[in-house]
């Protein structure tokens, strides 16, 4: 089993910054792919950004410039700073990842249960 835990989330005004941490736990062979998405009220989830095990990075278009993504690999966990932060922000970010948990097994994707991130003044 793999368990992906989430934490930084709060309330922050217009223009201010944010920290989010995803941690992973259980059995983990290899983590490839790490990444974070978002689902604001009433919308579809949205990718916003990805870091591979190699640390190739990419970024959704909303938050290219704003938000830099990273990963500790000796903790197993990645983080997604983000700045400048828009009332449009607001949303339900979820991490996921992509593991291999046995030798036997391909790598799944798992999630965590996701942080609530809300911009407001």
């Known amino acids: 089993q793999v368990q992906l835990v989430e934490s930084g989330g709060g309330l922050v005004q217009p223009g201010g910054s944010l920290r989010l941490s995803c941690a992973a736990s259980?059995?983990?062979?290899?983590?490839?792919?790490m990444g974070w998405y978002r689902r604001a009220p009433g919308k579809q989830r949205e990718w916003v950004a990805t870091?591979?095990?190699?640390?190739?990075?990419d970024y959704g278009d909303s938050v290219k410039g704003r938000f830099t993504i990273s990963r500790d690999n000796a903790k197993n966990t990645v983080y997604l700073q983000m700045n400048s932060l828009k009332s449009e922000d607001t949303a339900v970010y979820f991490c996921?990842?992509?593991?291999?948990?046995?030798?036997?097994?391909?790598?799944?994707?798992?999630w965590g249960q996701g942080t609530q991130v809300t911009v407001s003044s």
């Open positions: 996921n990842a992509q593991v291999r948990t046995s030798f036997f097994r391909a790598a799944d994707v798992y």
């Open positions: 259980g059995s983990l062979l290899n983590i490839y792919d």
């Open positions: 870091i591979t095990n190699g640390g190739g990075i």
